[in-house]
């Protein structure tokens, strides 16, 4: 399989507790993008990444919050003193720079509750 | 700040009935993705717009844009149970990056 994948696909977490996602996009895509989504409503964008330059953040993103693309290729984000507001499904995509249609290649989603 | 309103929310039909959902703003949009999402997927792009008064087919699917850019409809003919899912559409603010409505959230039953 090429396309976008996330891991965990589901994780529970208790309030307080640091959680860490990861993406690995599809390989020849230098733009990597993470957003979040609650039930019922659309993906709302966190931040975004050419190659391993982190080049926008969301305010959404708060200090607790953190994202890494160290080599241009993984992205992680890391959520630290999780709160129940936390609770969404964590959602990476992907898309080249040459070529670009504009189209956004989702993954699966990692979905995050905490309790 | 663009606002982007998807209507209805919620819309469940019966399978062989028509159904159109809308994507609107007060912004002129230079172009507009419209994304399907499947319950547990991640949202994956059925087609672009970007010329005002553009219509495009997709099967059973009917897109169009605006003649002003303001705002896009889907309309989807004899729905399946298959075209459950929830509806976005994102249009390009920049270069890179795409925000989404909220979505309608269709539901066929069978």
């Known amino acids: 399989d090429t396309g976008v994948s996330q891991d965990p696909r589901h994780k529970i977490t208790k309030r307080g507790q640091n959680v860490t996602f990861r993406c690995d996009p599809i390989?020849?895509?230098?733009?990597l993008y993470w957003y979040r989504q609650t039930l019922g409503q659309g993906p709302e964008f966190l931040t975004y990444?050419?190659?391993?330059?982190?080049?926008?953040k969301s305010r959404l993103l708060s200090d607790r919050f953190s994202a890494e693309r160290p080599k241009g290729s993984f992205s992680t984000l890391e959520i630290q003193r999780t709160e129940q507001g936390d609770s969404a499904m964590y959602l990476c995509a992907s898309s080249p720079t040459s070529g670009n249609t504009g189209e956004l290649f989702f993954g699966e989603g990692s979905r995050l509750t905490v309790l | 700040t663009q606002l982007l309103e998807q209507s209805p929310q919620f819309l469940s039909i019966q399978e062989g009935e028509n159904l159109t959902v809308y994507c609107n703003s007060s912004s002129v949009f230079s172009s507009l993705q419209w994304y399907r999402q499947e319950p547990g997927e991640g949202p994956v792009l059925l087609v672009t717009?970007?010329?005002?008064?553009e219509v495009k087919k997709l099967k059973r699917l009917t897109f169009q844009f605006g003649d002003a850019r303001k705002d896009s409809s889907l309309h989807i003919t004899a729905a399946q149970p298959g075209d459950t899912g929830l509806y976005l559409c994102?249009?390009?603010?920049?270069?890179?990056?795409?925000?989404f409505g909220a979505g309608t959230t269709v539901t066929v039953r069978a």
């Open positions: 994102a249009p390009r603010s920049n270069d890179y990056k795409l925000s």
């Open positions: 990444f050419q190659n391993e330059a982190q080049l926008e």
């Open positions: 717009v970007v010329t005002g008064g």
């Open positions: 390989s020849e895509h230098n733009r």
